[in-house]
Structures are given as C-alpha cells and as structure tokens.
C-alpha cells in the first residue's frame, strides 16, 4: 500500500462502547492510493486507522474517533456473551435438527489450545474457543451446529456428517477455516477424524489468524456500518 505521511499514533477517545479502550494505541495510516475509504482494525495490539492522504488534521482526528467507535460496536457483536452462545446454539438446533440436540450450557473457552471447540454428550455442555472471537456470525454457526451434532452422534462417522450437512454454509465454513490453517501455516495438521473422542467429540483444529475490521466512505457523513468480510448475519 503506498503512503503519505507514513504511520503516526493518535490519541483515542475518552468516550464510546467499551470494546475499545482509550489507552489502547492507535496508529493512523495516510494512504495516496486511497480516495474515499477509511478502515479500521487490529493489527499487533493496536487499532490501525488507514485514511486518505489527502484528509486534512482535523478530518483526521474525526475520523480516528468515529473508526474507533464502529470498530468497539463491530467487537462487540461479534463477542457474544456465554448466554447469547446458548441462545444461538438452541435457535440453531430448532432450524437445522429439528431441535433434537439440547445444549445445557455453550461457553467460551481459552483452554481449546488446539480445537475450534468441544461438546460432552453426557451433560449436554459445549465448549466454544475465544480464538473464534470476530469471526464472522456464519462461521461460528457451523461450529456451533458441527458440536450441537455431536451431542446426537458423538463420533464423526456418516450420521454425524449427515447431521452437519443440514446447515447450508457448512461447506463454506469448512473453506474459512481451511484457509485460516493455510495462513498460519497449519494446513498439515492431522485430519480431526482421527482423533474421535466418544467422550467429548473434540476437534483438533489450528488457531485462526483473522482479522476484524471495520469501513466507511470518507466523503459521507453516514455509514452503512460495513465490515471488512462478507458477513450478513445479524446476533
């Protein structure tokens, strides 16, 4: 990306959702390619602003605080509470198994080093990794409903597949993770298959390594709150 400018830090502010700290640090990056478009995302634990060369100190300073506050909203949808997890996952089992698989609980979990998450059939708890976190809503969906099949099938033989079949992006979500491996350099890593646990139906899967961000058009007052990714769906 050609720049003008370079990069420099800016202060954030001291108001907005919570998602974003003011202390955390903000880097601005003025681009000469760009026209009208101004992004914002993650990038080595700081908030990365990219705008316009050609925008003025205080356009700026407006629009690092307005990136700032769509970025802490789009965090925020895209981390659901344990509760909202739970939520989901039954409204999904009602539309894609017939409400057949009854989760009696669905929680982050920092502790699935090496798995996109787990279920124990026994109790009916669901374990989802925080590496999911931002995300899009889709992709979490089918983990979701690929764990919520393992409380009806424990193991990954046809029936279960049969069972995960059911959710329409379920081809497409496997892609994402896919690629997800292939960026960090994971695509290697043993098929989940064979490490079937009748106790726990885990999933041996790699770290994500995604990136959430949020765009706008320089030259409008309003935004149509986009994200970088083409997630359409709505928690």
Do not use: N
């Amino acid at each position: 990306m050609a720049r003008t400018g370079g990069d420099r830090s800016a202060g954030a502010p001291a108001s907005g959702p919570p998602a974003v700290s003011p202390q955390e640090p903000v880097l601005v990056r003025r681009s000469a390619r760009r026209r009208r478009t101004v992004s914002a995302f993650r990038e080595d634990g700081r908030v990365v602003v990219v705008i316009p060369a050609r925008l003025s100190a205080s356009e700026e300073r407006r629009w690092v605080a307005e990136m700032l506050t769509r970025l802490a909203v789009v965090e925020q949808r895209r981390k659901p509470s344990d509760a909202a997890l739970l939520h989901r996952a039954e409204a999904l089992s009602r539309r894609y198994l017939g409400g057949r698989a009854e989760p009696r609980s669905v929680t982050w979990s920092a502790r699935q080093l090496g798995r996109w998450g787990s279920a124990t059939p026994q109790d009916g708890s669901i374990r989802v990794s925080t590496r999911l976190r931002g995300m899009p809503a889709w992709v979490l969906d089918y983990v979701l409903v690929h764990e919520l099949a393992h409380l009806l099938e424990p193991t990954h033989g046809q029936p279960f597949w049969d069972l995960v079949a059911g959710y329409p992006r379920a081809e497409r979500a496997r892609g994402y993770l896919e690629g997800v491996a292939a960026a960090a350099g994971l695509a290697d890593l043993a098929d989940p298959q064979a490490g079937d646990d009748p106790q726990a139906g885990d999933d041996q899967l790699p770290e994500p390594a995604a990136r959430l961000g949020c765009a706008a058009d320089a030259d409008s007052d309003q935004s149509d709150g986009s994200v970088d990714d083409d997630d359409l769906d709505r928690w």
